[in-house]
Structures are given as C-alpha cells and as structure tokens.
C-alpha cells in the first residue's frame, strides 16, 4: 500500500493538469472505492495475489487524493485569508479514527470484511459525487506558460528536489511524521513493556495520543492565525521534546500521559502547515505539494523500522530518542514555512511572521 501511495505521489500532478481537480479527485476516489470492493471479493475468493494488487491499487488512489486535496485545501485557505489547513488535517485524523471504529463494531457484531468493505466501497462511491460537485475545475498549472512535454514536466518536478525552501519544509515533514509514524508503530508497546501497563492502559494512552492530535489540529488554526507558521511549529516541535523526554524517562504514569499529549501536539502542526507553504512556494503548487509529501510519507514508512533496529541494541525507551532528535532538526527548519514573498496577499497578512533574525 506504501509503494502504491508513493507512485500516487509521482503522478498526481500530472493527473491533475490533465483530468482537472473536479474528475481528479473524483477519478481518485472512485479508483480507491472499486479497489474496496474488488478486495472484498478477493477475501470471499481467498485469492492473496488479488489483495495484494488491491492494496497497491487503493495506496495509488490515496497517495494521488493526498496531494490533490492538499493543493485545493491551500487555495480555499488562501482565498479565505485564515488558516484552515489544519482543521481539514484535524478531519482526516477524525475519519481515521471513524474508520478504526467500524472496523471495531463490524468485528463486534460479526460482519464479514468481504461484507464490511462492499458496504465502504458504495459509501465512498457516492461520497465521491457528492463532494466533487462543489470542487472548481481548474489544474492549477503555472499561469502563462507554453505546454510541456512529459520530459519537460519531468525535469520540473525534479527540479523540486533541488529547491532549498522545499528541502527544508521537507526536514519539518521528515521530523513531525518519523514522530507521528513512530507513535503509531511502537506507542502502546511501550507503554506496556516500558512502564509496566497492562494491554489495555497502553490502548487508552494511544487513545490519547490520536485524539490530542486531532483537537490540536482542529483548534489550532486562531493559534497559526496569531503567532504566524513558523512560531506554531516551533511552539509544537518544542511541545514534542520534552513529551518525549517526559514518556522515556518518567516512572509516574500521569507524567507519561502528558508526556503522549504533548507528543501528539509535536506532530500536530508541521504537515498540514508544510503543506500549506509548500502549495504557495512557487509555481506549480502540485509539483511542490508531491515534493515534501514524498518526504513525509518516507518519514512515516521508515520510522518504526528505525526504531524497531535502534531498540534492538539499546531497548525501546531508549531508542524513542531518535524521535527527539528529529522534533529538533524539524524545530530548526521550520524558518522555510515563512510565506513565500509571492503568496497572495491576504494570504500573507494573516499569517504574521517574525523577522529573520528574530
């Protein structure tokens, strides 16, 4: 599902600027909707080859829709002149945990998976007609500019990797989603083998952790809207050390459920403002937007595994350090998430920034 996203990633833009926003995220869900159903037959069929195409094919529908949903979320923040991207972040993390939900009630009431993703299948079906109703139909290509070859395209993208700005909105990414990614991976088990709880305390204190993220996001757009970008993520980057230095070295475990929250907060804000600054760095927002997103989907991929092979040497705790170490390379970067001089103008006034030097 990773690889799928990851070519997601590489092709949205070209998807973009030849199907439009409107059937490109239309296209994406439905792509995603008939891979759900597909794999339901595939569990009634217990064909593994077939779920393994399946989950390739729904990662490529959702590293697509990752991008342009983004790129659309950048421009209704920029013509609304306040900081929204967050909040929509914030609802992503909602329908995961939504999701996580059914996926618990259809266990609990004994509805099948095949069943269970048919059902998923039509709903997103129809979400997707719905929805893209209201999405204008533009691409978002760079205004005044002669059309391009596939090689030129190409070459445009890639010059997005030698981009400093992008690169270090890239570090902000890489930071906050090796954290988050790392969370997801190895939270619980280290609530359970490192401080001593039972199963069930470990779940709750994950619990936590996604909905501290969650609020974070959904509430903290005034907060960008008042300290600018770059003070925000720097605000929550600092809030992420010493979570983390809080869960690894404190043996109370009140001090360690406040040590999660303040976790969760440190990777709240660095990938939809990344995003945001991302979309308005330059020509091309989709280009730029698959850039760091590319970054941050590495980030989320090679975290645990890092840190699965750093706790095989030095234990877990000791190991969730290397988080740590990366809230502070994201904490450093985050001077790149300034508004770009050319940004749209009411862009620019509600998202204050203090001076370079400052």
Request: charged letters at 10%.
């Given at each position: 599902?990773?690889?799928?996203?990851?070519?997601?990633?590489?092709?949205?833009?070209?998807?973009?600027?030849?199907?439009?926003?409107?059937?490109?995220?239309?296209?994406?869900?439905?792509?995603?909707?008939?891979?759900?159903?597909?794999?339901?037959?595939?569990?009634?069929?217990?064909?593994?080859?077939?779920?393994?195409?399946?989950?390739?094919?729904?990662?490529?529908?959702?590293?697509?829709?990752?991008?342009?949903?983004?790129?659309?979320?950048?421009?209704?923040e920029r013509s609304a002149g306040r900081t929204l991207m967050p909040m929509m972040h914030g609802a992503w993390s909602a329908g995961a945990a939504a999701g996580s939900g059914i996926g618990a009630a259809c266990a609990a009431l004994g509805v099948s998976p095949a069943a269970q993703l048919i059902a998923e299948s039509a709903l997103i079906a129809a979400a997707a007609f719905v929805t893209a109703a209201g999405i204008p139909d533009g691409n978002h290509a760079p205004a005044a500019q002669p059309a391009q070859d596939r090689a030129a395209k190409l070459r445009q993208w890639l010059r997005g990797w030698l981009d400093w700005r992008?690169?270090?909105?890239?570090?902000?990414?890489?930071?906050?989603?090796?954290?988050?990614?790392?969370?997801?991976?190895?939270?619980?088990?280290?609530?359970?083998?490192?401080?001593?709880?039972?199963?069930?305390?470990?779940?709750?204190?994950?619990?936590?952790?996604?909905?501290?993220?969650?609020?974070?996001?959904?509430?903290?757009?005034?907060?960008?809207?008042?300290?600018?970008?770059?003070?925000?993520?720097?605000?929550?980057?600092?809030?992420?050390?010493?979570?983390?230095?809080?869960?690894?070295?404190?043996?109370?475990?009140?001090?360690?459920?406040?040590?999660?929250?303040?976790?969760?907060?440190?990777?709240?804000?660095?990938?939809?403002?990344?995003?945001?600054?991302?979309?308005?760095?330059?020509?091309?927002?989709?280009?730029?937007?698959?850039?760091?997103?590319?970054?941050?989907?590495?980030?989320?991929?090679?975290?645990?595994?890092?840190?699965?092979?750093?706790?095989?040497?030095?234990?877990?705790?000791?190991?969730?350090?290397?988080?740590?170490?990366?809230?502070?390379?994201?904490?450093?970067?985050?001077?790149?998430?300034?508004?770009?001089?050319?940004?749209?103008?009411?862009?620019?006034?509600?998202?204050?920034?203090?001076?370079?030097?400052?």
């Amino acid at each position: 599902m990773t690889v799928g996203a990851i070519i997601g990633l590489l092709v949205s833009t070209a998807v973009l600027h030849r199907l439009g926003s409107r059937r490109a995220i239309m296209a994406a869900l439905l792509l995603v909707a008939t891979a759900m159903a597909v794999m339901g037959l595939a569990l009634i069929l217990r064909s593994v080859p077939l779920l393994a195409a399946d989950f390739l094919v729904i990662g490529l529908g959702l590293g697509t829709l990752d991008v342009l949903i983004n790129v659309e979320a950048a421009a209704v923040e920029r013509s609304a002149g306040r900081t929204l991207m967050p909040m929509m972040h914030g609802a992503w993390s909602a329908g995961a945990a939504a999701g996580s939900g059914i996926g618990a009630a259809c266990a609990a009431l004994g509805v099948s998976p095949a069943a269970q993703l048919i059902a998923e299948s039509a709903l997103i079906a129809a979400a997707a007609f719905v929805t893209a109703a209201g999405i204008p139909d533009g691409n978002h290509a760079p205004a005044a500019q002669p059309a391009q070859d596939r090689a030129a395209k190409l070459r445009q993208w890639l010059r997005g990797w030698l981009d400093w700005r992008l690169l270090l909105i890239g570090v902000v990414m890489l930071g906050v989603d090796f954290g988050e990614g790392s969370a997801n991976s190895w939270l619980t088990l280290a609530v359970r083998d490192g401080h001593g709880q039972t199963a069930a305390v470990a779940a709750l204190f994950f619990t936590a952790f996604a909905a501290g993220e969650a609020l974070a996001r959904i509430f903290g757009g005034p907060v960008v809207d008042r300290l600018g970008r770059v003070r925000t993520v720097r605000a929550s980057t600092a809030l992420g050390i010493i979570g983390v230095a809080a869960f690894i070295e404190s043996p109370n475990r009140w001090i360690v459920l406040v040590g999660v929250l303040m976790w969760a907060a440190g990777v709240s804000m660095g990938f939809p403002l990344g995003m945001s600054a991302a979309a308005e760095s330059g020509p091309d927002p989709a280009a730029r937007v698959s850039v760091v997103a590319s970054i941050g989907y590495f980030a989320n991929l090679a975290g645990p595994p890092a840190v699965g092979v750093l706790a095989e040497s030095a234990g877990l705790l000791p190991s969730l350090w290397l988080i740590a170490a990366l809230f502070l390379a994201a904490f450093a970067a985050a001077g790149a998430l300034r508004p770009h001089p050319a940004a749209t103008a009411p862009a620019a006034t509600n998202h204050p920034e203090p001076d370079p030097g400052t």
